[in-house]
């Protein structure tokens, strides 16, 4: 073996991916390292996002961003430091986050005895918390912009980074630092507020099911669960491939309660000084946790197409200089023409690397197509197309499954062919994992049962509920396990529809609730 082909082969060795099934959680940490989106950096509990992962991030910016503005909303920013009298005049919220903080006391260093430490001479006036979240501060300014009920909506979105001081972390699930959007509105009615706090869930709904791929269950969280200082949080749950749930958007509805304690007041129609109504709501960088979560497998990262930094490779194949230049000429072609269709291409002509080496990076990356060039690809006028991910059928092996991914065309309808099929895995996705959470949903009337089903390995469970937050906490200590949601109606199953009695107290409930494990 060439030294070449044997470092790629030690390589690929050492980057093996554990199996899901083996160890769940290092089967994540192996996806995300072989695919080469993170890693821990030397700040504990904080990671380097690679240009991999932070070209994902930057599709689902994309796409939202397009969705915000669609709906209204401007893009703006805030200061990350928030003065401490500012988050603690919202009495709620304060606690809420008061663990999790950040805090900023001096402004300096200075060399001591030849090492560099803090000037305790430098200490601030005031303690500056590093941004947990930005309502405080964002309240504060608008103060100064709203006089009149003809300056509201005001309808402002940010994209930043947030700190909150986690005890345990996983790279994009949850990290001391991490990327997010956080939406702030100001609305002069209840009722305006209200519909915007819904408008922006069914925003992230959209996005979530048709370019991630992932199907949710809309509701409403309980007053345990809400956001510090909300009035009501409203969430998005997806399951992951563990069965586990995974909150993956959230919208607030803060009532008065941030315009009281900020005195954001308005002038309305009628000559009356009004408080303002607000609302809130984000998303962050573990939905790039949701994506591996959702869709890999064992040989590393998919993703949906709509997401895929690179849609399809371009991969030459060929032994000797005469062929080398015949197949590098036809690849970059293909590729250019791939292109001219508006779609995200890389041509992989990296000298080196033999194509199976390129074919595993690539798999791994998750690229959703490959097509291969070679000299028999010339002779024939065909190309080879291969599908990241193929719809598994029943009692097929591993090898089978393969076999059927790859698909040898002639060469203009190879390349006709690529885009009807990335968007038929985009669909195919979302059809497999709506599959997958099915397979893993419960509909249960009795403790004993719901003990069963999680210690089998659980899933959603569909159960009726009216505890309060000490009957939540008795079942997060017994099973492992929260109310998720008090979803929509129309996201219950019509299996789980009607009135019933609480799977715990025996108390009548008017409708089922989610609960699950959870990230």
């Not at 996002?49 to 709906?71: S, V």
């Not at 979240?133 to 009920?149: N, V």
């Not at 949710?216 to 997806?238: D, I, M, N, W």
């Not at 009548?508 to 699950?516: C, E, F, N, T, Y």
Request: glycine share 8%; charged share 25%; hydrophobic share 40%.
């Amino acid at each position: 073996m060439a030294e070449g082909q044997a470092g790629q082969q030690a390589e690929r060795s050492a980057q093996a991916i554990t199996p899901r099934a083996m160890d769940y959680g290092q089967w994540y940490l192996d996806v995300v390292r072989a695919a080469q989106l993170a890693e821990h950096s030397a700040v504990r509990g904080c990671m380097v996002i690679r240009p991999h992962g932070y070209a994902i991030w930057e599709g689902m910016q994309r796409e939202l961003d397009a969705r915000f503005k669609a709906t209204g909303h401007q893009n703006a920013y805030f200061p990350m430091f928030i003065p401490l009298s500012l988050l603690a005049k919202e009495e709620k919220h304060a606690a809420g986050f008061a663990k999790e903080c950040a805090v900023v006391t001096h402004h300096r260093l200075k060399s001591i005895g030849g090492a560099v430490a803090v000037d305790p001479e430098s200490k601030l006036d005031e303690p500056l918390v590093v941004r947990p979240t930005s309502e405080t501060i964002i309240w504060e300014q608008f103060k100064g912009w709203i006089q009149s009920y003809r300056d509201l909506p005001i309808l402002i979105n940010q994209w930043a980074n947030i700190v909150r001081w986690e005890m345990r972390t996983r790279l994009f699930l949850r990290t001391t630092e991490f990327l997010w959007q956080e939406g702030h509105t100001a609305h002069a009615t209840e009722k305006e507020a209200l519909e915007e706090t819904w408008r922006m869930l069914g925003v992230y709904a959209e996005f979530a099911q048709s370019v991630m791929a992932v199907p949710v269950v809309r509701g409403r969280k309980t007053p345990g669960e809400r956001f510090a200082g909300a009035v009501e949080t409203l969430c998005l749950e997806g399951m992951m491939q563990d069965g586990k749930a995974l909150q993956m958007g959230t919208s607030h509805y803060l009532g008065q309660n941030f315009s009281k304690s900020a005195g954001v007041q308005y002038l309305s129609a009628e000559g009356k000084l009004e408080y303002v109504y607000a609302t809130s709501w984000g998303v962050s960088t573990r939905l790039v946790g949701a994506l591996i979560m959702s869709h890999s497998d064992d040989n590393g990262l998919i993703l949906p197409p709509k997401l895929a930094p690179i849609q399809v490779v371009v991969v030459p194949i060929y032994r000797t200089d005469e062929e080398k230049a015949r197949v590098l000429e036809e690849g970059a072609k293909v590729a250019a023409e791939l292109k001219a269709q508006g779609l995200a291409v890389r041509f992989d002509d990296r000298e080196g690397f033999t194509p199976g080496a390129k074919y595993y990076e690539w798999e791994a990356k998750g690229v959703p197509l490959r097509v291969e060039v070679g000299p028999k690809d010339l002779e024939k006028g065909s190309l080879c197309v291969a599908r990241r991910f193929v719809l598994e059928v029943a009692g097929e092996s591993d090898g089978q499954r393969r076999k059927r991914s790859k698909s040898f065309l002639p060469r203009a309808s190879a390349l006709a062919s690529i885009r009807p099929t990335l968007d038929a895995m985009q669909g195919e996705l979302l059809e497999r994992a709506a599959a997958l959470r099915e397979k893993r949903t419960k509909v249960i009337d009795g403790i004993e049962a719901y003990g069963e089903f999680f210690k089998g390995g659980g899933g959603f469970a569909w159960v009726h509920w009216a505890g309060g937050v000490e009957e939540e906490d008795q079942m997060a200590k017994r099973f492992e396990t929260t109310v998720r949601c008090i979803p929509l109606p129309e996201d219950i199953p019509p299996s789980a529809r009607g009135e019933g009695k609480c799977i715990l107290t025996g108390k009548p409930s008017p409708q089922r609730v989610l609960m699950a494990r959870s990230y």
